[in-house]
């Protein structure tokens, strides 16, 4: 250095710099360090960056205002530099030689300018339109020129004037250029010409946000605000980053997995050769995937099975490769994140030992607090930009698994796909593919976590020397233990998921025959069912919670039982080893440190674990055998034929045997060839062959021109109406009416809500079965083919419009005239008008010919129609009578309101409220995909142009209220319900608790500061033992007060809250009236019972623990400090109020984006299990593209909400945590102000504390925002449990005697009836008594009010006006079990429980076996339930699924016999019921109940002709009422009836 700076500017003098209070450093350092330093950076970084430049090229960016002045200021910069220069040479002319360094340090300052220059031009050429490069070299060329700057004015104050004035006034010039620069370095430019930016209409701000910017996230405030001023919507969310999307993101990988496969196949062929001569290659129809399995020779020499595997195609290899690199950056900022982590343990250790100092200049003091603010600062900084970089791999990685196995799915060939469900695919889809994404944002912690653990034990040992070995042997103790603790909890979670799914079932089951628990009074053992399951779900969350006590436990004592071990070994080993606040404060950071990486890593392996296992699933998917696309050739156009078929042999796999064999068929063009065949003789087989569906394993198929396809059972995609029948074909008005005219679908859309653009569910569930059929035929027909394959399109659809289709469609006279088509049929009356027959027998074609020809044959054909012939001709005359009685409409087949039932009161139509039910929105939180189709209901009404009057009728029918949303805050209200479910003494105790256990745990560190004070007074020998044990009873009992409080807490109150909440809101639910579940979808309340009881059973409990624990933490440190030095207090006030403000941004925006995300993945699944199911139908329209694209727009649609959530917690991140650098900042200024009275146990005490305190104020958010989004189920539970209830089950002063009724007389007077309030009457007024032992039918028309009248006996419509009494007793006084219990109904649906067969009888278990085994003797069910093996025990499955409908009907007819009360009410079922059960229902009735009282509501007049008396409504009133034979004498409403039936003249 002498030699550059000549010996008289020596380079470093300590007495200048270190050991004055006004420090200054030497000329020549300032000359050549600093002003070399910004040099050195920016012509080392400029290499890369150029080369950057030149890869990446964004458009250039036109020439502004700013970008003129960075560049003038470039050039004058230069200038200046090289006026130094000049000068020096200037100087040597004149004689003054001046030491080398002043000739070099401008020259390269001048260059480096230049660069610079070039530079700011080149970017704006290359579109970047805030560059970092230059931002930190003008900012560090600052950061340098700002010590010349202060030793300048220094020296010119201390002499009287300027030795060297131009050197001088140049540096000034510089210096102010420098600042410039630096300050329009912060701007932006504008965006570039021609970047999607500017077409964009919501782009996201990221892309043109600047360096500053991008570092600090500050580009999402714009969206935190939106969303804290009104909750965000769909429509507010950015457009995604280019990059991230699947249209970049899919082919990336899709692409290195080809690779993969090639590279995998072409090492297979190697090999194999090498090992045997190849067997001849079988001509199969496969396009190669299956690596080792392609002939059974191959296998058997291949016996050695490592080769085979090495031959599979790595998936993991492609994922590296695709997204390794971009990875890799994010693993680059973790590497200096771990290091830097550790800079502050040695910054305290210095600031520690210079409290110690007396006679040393503060400034010291002043640059570690400084200098540990800056350290924390950019920590923070570079942590969250490694996150960044790691949530956006695993994003990224989402999509293109995602895309990747959307795109395979569709390809796939039917042996592949039968190999793996529809559910077991959307699983790869949802769960393998969020795997992979949880990994990746933790696994640098792989390495990271070592490294971490390493550099820790290396700083402690230097720190406490061997001592620290028991220390970390305590950690490693912990580490099974919490890994034990981790396997038992999981285990205790699967049971918990079984029990729940348990109790769900049973909820659902009940919510589903909820009015047949009304009818029977059964709802109390059903609850003591449900409360049976929740008990034992409890029990689990119990002894969880024990184990989760024992894991918080270890997790926070862990740091306390390492020190405590160490500490305790360092003293005692050695009576010279001294525990000082440096030794002790800076090992117990440095253990803070080694907490976080040793309770990451088992988890991090565990997920590897998990993530390899879904690695392997997915690549298996992947690795499927696809369809070769060329085994159905569609180029040949040299013959005449349309379809040929030479030779053909199929099958559906390889490994099965052929479905066909020798298959040759020769269609000429424009003919109509019918396939008929028995069932399973390979009909729709043939057609999978014409497209491509099956394996071809010889001969050749070629079908001529373009193909339209229906399969056997429609598929109807979530789509309007009108969009299933275009299926992304142009819109063309009149060919779209004749079509609809054609597939007899106009009269349909009359009745549809939203006519054509009707919302069709999922599956087509609001259509009918032939509804669904005539779509697809739609689509066909509008897709405008040159052959279609129609497989059995008119078995779904009635015998009329199966012969409308025929006619004018696909027959000779039809539309498609002209086409070749193929029809697969079953009806025989179409065969005489097709061109061509081909019988199919057992997968062969056994004959071929026109109707006559095979008539004369008398082969198999003729003894087809035998078979088949006489069914079809009675159906034939049927339906012509039909067709006469009504030309236009379609009876049965046009009203698509899904019910045959003639019955259509609110109340008793079962089914179509059921499916009702099941359409209606299911929950706000988009829970289930099935919401989706009728949220839209909404809209499609008002698109179709319905007469006003009309659409206002809608909307006052309309049953199902929506479910309301809490939006905006959480109102203080629910915190205190919740608090008082848990016991409000209890949970002022437990804060109380938490606040005790927080300060034995401060207690435990001042004892530990005072304890190293004894340090400096020498005072260490004698009370050793005493510091150790004092200090370890302060930790333990931390530790015991944590566990009890965890106990009382999750273990005690808070599951005593849930159970008491559960409970209310299942009494609530099952003692509301039947109304309210009318009004109330299923699927609603079944939320309430699972989503919103899994929050409150474990996720509030742990929120609130963990929130508790950090405010409290949180708490203490500001109180540690502001203790010490009081001055704190004046900071505090700022910093929790911007604390307060980021938090109120973030968890209002947070939440909005999380329901968002929520509700735009579930169309992601349903959108995928829709595509599966209709693959076939998307490859022979050739419309694979278009549904790739649909999946990839719902994909991004999902990233558009995820990826804000994301940045939100990033931004959230910086800003907290600089609140925590700033307290941490303040805490080592004060130290240092107040050092005079502090001592360094003190200091060590409040900056150690200090230092921790950024992650829990993380925490504190977050669980903030968790415990908001959570605690809402609180609210919705609440509701529920508060439900208006119907009236009391027993009233004690009121019981009906035990026997009663003896006589069984009923009398109605004046009595009146509505649904609902504010409906109509259903009844007006009625009078009548009956006689104890009659039996009465009553009869009426659909909507006369028959069903209301039953349902008014039970009570389960309450009356308007009058009064029914039995036997003298007003029923309106009574419980409501006391009257149930004493009525015996048959409900028209038989609805039965799972469970068995004698629960399904006798619930309550009132009777012994004899009795039940009577019952069903009596009711013809004893035959039956004697064979099964389990008798009695025998299980019935949900709904009774595996009986049949006329069995459930007899046990319905059991329970009847069981009960046998003086008054049966049986409501005939209309048409489920087959005529053989009706008898022996009735015969039963005859025989068991003869001096009983009946009521029949009859649909079929024949059971009640021999009835005492006829009950004939109308309107809700009585119309006639009287002996069947007197009303038939009387030609009235009855005998018109009668009439009708067949059963008079």
Known sequence: MERLCGPERPFWVANQTLHT???DLPECFQLSVLSWLPCIYLWAVCPIYLFYLKKNNRGYIMMSIMNRFKTVFGLLLWIVCWIDLFYTFHELRQGYSQPPIYFVTPLVLGMTMLLATFLIQFERLRGVQSSGVLFIFWFLSVLCAIVPFRSKILQASSQSEVTDKLRFTTFYFYFGLVVCELILCCFNEKPPLFSNVVTDPNPCPETTAGFLSTLTFWWFTSMAIKGYKMPLEAKDLWSLNQRDSSKVMVPK??????????????????????????????????????????????????????????????????????????????????????????????????????????????WWGYSLAFLMFFTAVLQTLILHHHFQYCFVTGMNVRTAIIGAIYRKSLVITNAAKRSSTVGEVVNLMSVDAQRFMDLTTFLNMLWSAPLQIVLALYFLWQNLGPSVLAGVAVMVMLIPFNSVIAMKTRAYQVEQMQYKDSRIKLMNEILNGIKVLKLYAWENSFKEKVLAIRQKELNVL??????????????????????????????????????????????????????????????????????????????????????????????????????????????????????????????????????????????????????????????????????????????????????????????????????????????DLDVLPGGDMTEIGEKGINLSGGQRQRVSLARALYSDADVYLLDDPLSAVDSHVAKHIFDNLIGPEGVLKGKTRILVTHGISFLPQVDNILVMVEGRVSEMGSYQELLSQNGAFSEFLRNYALEDIMEEDESTDELIENEELFPDDALSNHTDMVDNEPAVNEAKRNFMRQLSVISADG????????????????????????????????????????????????????????????????????????????????????????????????????????????????????????????????????????????QGVLRAPQAFFESTPSGRLLNRFSKDMDAIDSHIPDNIDIWMRTFWYTLNVLLICSALTPMFLIVIAPLMVFYWW??????????????????????????????????????????????????????????????????????????????????????????????????????????????????????????????????????????????????????EDKKPPPEWPMEGNVEFHDYSVRYREGLDLVLKKLSLSVKGGEKIGIVGRTGAGKSSMTLCLFRLLEAAAGEIT????????????????????????????????????????????????????????????????????????????????????????????????????????????????????????????????????????????DYTRVLVLDKGQISEFDTPTNLISQRGIFYGMAKDAGLVQ
């Open 21 to 23: 209070e006004r420090p």
């Open 253 to 362: 990988l899709m692409k290195e997995w080809e690779k993969e496969q090639c590279k995998a196949k072409s090492e297979q062929n190697l090999s194999s050769q090498a090992v045997y001569s190849k067997p001849p290659p079988s001509t199969t129809n496969h396009v190669g995937g299956g690596g080792g399995e392609s002939s059974p020779e191959e296998v058997e020499v291949l016996l050695s099975n490592q080769k085979a595997a090495q031959h599979q195609p790595s998936f993991l290899r492609a994922l590296i490769k695709a997204f390794g690199p971009y990875f890799l950056i994010g693993s680059a900022y973790k590497v200096l994140q771990d290091i830097i982590t550790f800079v502050n343990p040695q910054l305290l250790r210095l600031l520690i030992s210079f409290t110690k100092q007396k006679d040393v200049p503060d």
């Open 542 to 747: 119990r002894k969880t919670a024990y184990l989760g006590a024992l894991a918080t436990m270890a997790w926070t004592s862990a740091p306390f039982l390492v020190a405590l071990t160490t500490f305790a070994v360092y003293v005692t080993v050695d009576e010279n080893n001294i525990l000082d606040a440096e030794k002790a404060f800076v090992s117990l950071s440095l253990f803070n440190i080694l907490r976080f990486p040793l309770s990451m890593l088992p988890q991090v392996i565990s997920n590897i674990v998990q993530a390899s296992v879904s690695l392997k699933r997915i690549q298996g998917f992947l690795s499927h055998d696809e369809l070769d696309p060329n085994s159905v050739d569609r180029k040949n156009t040299a013959t005449d034929y349309s379809v040929t078929v030479i030779n053909g042999k199929f099958t559906w796999a390889k490994e099965d045997p052929p479905v066909l064999h020798n298959i040759n068929v020769m269609v000429p063009q424009g003919s109509l060839l019918a396939v008929v065949g028995h069932v399973g003789c390979g009909k729709s087989s043939l057609i999978s062959a014409l497209l491509g569906e099956v394996e071809k394993l010889e001969g050749e198929v070629s079908v001529k021109g373009s193909v339209a396809y229906v399969p056997q059972q429609a598929w109807i995609q979530n789509a309007t109406l009108r969009d299933n029948i275009l299926f992304g074909r142009p819109f063309n008005e009149q060919k779209y009416r004749c079509v609809l005219d054609a597939c007899a679908l106009t009269p």
């Open 927 to 1066: 829970e289930k995909p099935r919401s989706r189709s009728v949220r839209r209901h909404g809209c499609s009404q008002r698109k179709h142009s319905e007469p006003q009057e009309k659409q206002k009728s809608h909307e006052t029918e309309k049953l199902i209220q929506a479910e309301t949303t809490e939006t905006g805050r959480v109102k203080a209200k629910v915190y205190l319900e919740y608090a008082k479910a848990v016991g409000p003494l209890l949970s002022v105790f437990i804060c109380f608790l938490y606040a005790c256990q927080s300060a034995a745990a401060i207690g435990a560190n001042i004892w530990l500061s005072q304890w190293t004070n004894d340090a400096s007074k020498n005072q260490t020998q004698e009370n050793v033992h005493m510091r150790v044990g004092v200090y370890a009873a302060l930790g333990i009992a931390q530790g015991v007060l944590l566990l009890v409080n965890c106990l009382l807490c999750r273990a005690y109150s808070m599951l005593r809250a849930a159970k008491l909440m559960h409970r209310n809101m299942l």
């Open 1142 to 1291: 980021v938090q109120r941004f973030y968890v209002a925006t947070s939440r909005q984006l999380k329901r968002l995300e929520s509700v735009s993945r579930s169309p992601i699944y349903s959108h995928f299990s829709e595509t599966v199911t209709g693959t076939s139908v998307i490859r022979a329209y050739g419309r694979q593209s278009a549904f790739v694209l649909m999946s990839d727009m719902k994909v991004d649609d999902n990233q558009k909400s995820y990826y804000p959530g994301i940045v939100s917690n990033r931004w959230l991140g910086v800003r907290i945590e600089f609140i925590g650098n700033c307290i941490v900042l303040f805490a080592a200024l004060f130290a240092v102000t107040g050092k005079e009275n502090l001592n360094p146990g003190l200091v060590g005490l409040s900056v150690s504390y200090a230092l921790q305190v950024t992650m829990s104020l993380n925490w504190m958010v977050r669980m903030s925002s968790d415990l908001e989004n959570n605690i809402v189920a609180v609210e919705r539970v609440k509701e529920y449990s508060e439900t208006k209830t119907e009236a009391p089950w027993e009233v």
């Open 1366 to 1505: 039995i036997d003298e007793v007003k029923i309106s006084e009574i419980g409501l079990h006391d009257l149930r219990s004493k009525l015996t109904i048959i409900p028209q649906e038989p609805v039965l429980f799972s469970g068995t067969l004698r629960m399904n009888l006798d619930p309550f278990e009132k009777y012994s076996d004899e009795e039940v085994w009577k019952a069903l003797q009596h009711s013809h069910l004893h035959k039956f339930v004697s064979t099964q093996p389990a008798k009695l025990e025998l299980e019935c499955s949900e709904g009774g699924e595996n009986l049949s409908v006329g069995q459930r009907q007899l046990v319905c007819l059991a329970r009847a016999l069981l009960r046998k009360t003086r008054i049966l009410i049986l409501d005939e079922a209309t048409a489920a019921i087959d005529l053989e059960t009706d008898d022996l229902i009735q015969s039963t009735i005859r025989t068991q109940f003869e001096d009983c009282t009946v009521f029949t509501i009859a649909h079929r007049l024949n059971t009640i002709m």
